[in-house]
């Protein structure tokens, strides 16, 4: 039986990639969901592989802590998330890596905040709202002074975000910090929830990460 050859070339003899369309990728997609029983529409794929972004990342700063945890598959779904969103032209996500600098970012912002005073790193857990879940490093006095108390910051400050690659909603979860003692199951942890006096996030919000070189970084 013989066999067609459906390589084409350029002229100087180059061979010419074949071309995949964009909507042969969506569709791709969205039948690997219907196999999960994920049943996903071609105009929600945008905000439904964000919100897997979401649960991946919270995730890994909430599981990397524990000891022997496999947070390995957080890491691999991140990447493939943003490689899959980069194929299809949607706004960037992060990486284990960019979520990782983030969690830094914001521990060494607060060691800034105690710069020249006796201080403790401390372990904290955001109880409620976007970042439900998320575990993270600040530092704090380490003991008492008349301008501040022991421990990690009164407050916390992370920016959000919500809607899709062409209608991006930037804004700013406030947090306090709940009062001593913290949980018993979990000594170690300082606990923040939702700060009630200042507004609380709209529906639909979701942690922002930023993606390094990007215009979505600088918000």
Same mark, same amino acid.
């Given at each position: 039986?013989?066999?067609?050859?459906?390589?084409?070339?350029?002229?100087?003899?180059?061979?010419?990639?074949?071309?995949?369309?964009?909507?042969?990728?969506?569709?791709?997609?969205?039948?690997?969901?219907?196999?999960?029983?994920? &049943?996903?529409?071609?105009?929600?794929? #945008?905000?439904?592989?964000? $919100?897997?972004? #979401?649960?991946?990342?919270?995730?890994?700063?909430?599981?990397?802590?524990?000891? $022997?945890?496999?947070?390995?598959?957080?890491?691999?779904?991140?990447?493939?998330?943003?490689? !899959?969103?980069?194929?299809?032209? &949607?706004?960037?996500?992060?990486?284990?890596? #960019?979520?990782?600098?983030?969690?830094?970012?914001?521990?060494?912002?607060?060691?800034?905040?105690?710069?020249?005073?006796?201080?403790?790193?401390?372990?904290?857990?955001?109880?409620?709202?976007?970042?439900?879940?998320?575990?993270?490093? !600040?530092?704090?006095?380490?003991?008492?002074?008349?301008?501040?108390?022991?421990?990690?910051?009164?407050?916390?400050?992370?920016?959000?975000?919500?809607?899709?690659? $062409?209608?991006?909603?930037?804004?700013?979860?406030?947090?306090?910090?709940?009062?001593?003692?913290?949980?018993?199951?979990?000594?170690?942890?300082?606990? &923040?929830?939702?700060?009630?006096?200042?507004?609380?996030?709209?529906?639909?919000?979701?942690?922002?990460?930023?993606?390094?070189?990007?215009?979505?970084?600088?918000?």
């Amino acid at each position: 039986m013989s066999t067609i050859n459906l390589q084409v070339y350029e002229p100087d003899g180059t061979p010419v990639p074949p071309t995949v369309s964009r909507d042969w990728i969506v569709r791709q997609t969205l039948a690997a969901f219907e196999r999960g029983n994920h &049943y996903v529409g071609p105009d929600a794929l #945008d905000i439904h592989l964000a $919100d897997i972004v #979401d649960q991946a990342a919270c995730s890994l700063l909430r599981d990397q802590w524990k000891d $022997d945890f496999p947070v390995a598959a957080y890491g691999a779904l991140l990447q493939t998330i943003a490689a !899959l969103r980069a194929v299809l032209g &949607y706004a960037p996500s992060p990486t284990a890596v #960019d979520v990782n600098d983030w969690a830094r970012s914001i521990r060494d912002a607060s060691k800034e905040a105690v710069a020249g005073q006796p201080a403790d790193i401390h372990e904290v857990q955001i109880t409620e709202g976007p970042h439900r879940g998320v575990v993270l490093a !600040l530092w704090g006095p380490k003991t008492a002074t008349p301008a501040s108390l022991a421990g990690p910051q009164l407050t916390l400050e992370l920016p959000i975000v919500r809607g899709s690659s $062409d209608n991006l909603e930037f804004g700013t979860a406030y947090y306090v910090r709940a009062k001593r003692p913290p949980h018993p199951e979990s000594p170690q942890l300082w606990r &923040y929830t939702l700060d009630r006096v200042r507004e609380a996030p709209a529906e639909g919000m979701r942690p922002h990460i930023p993606v390094p070189g990007t215009e979505e970084s600088q918000k």
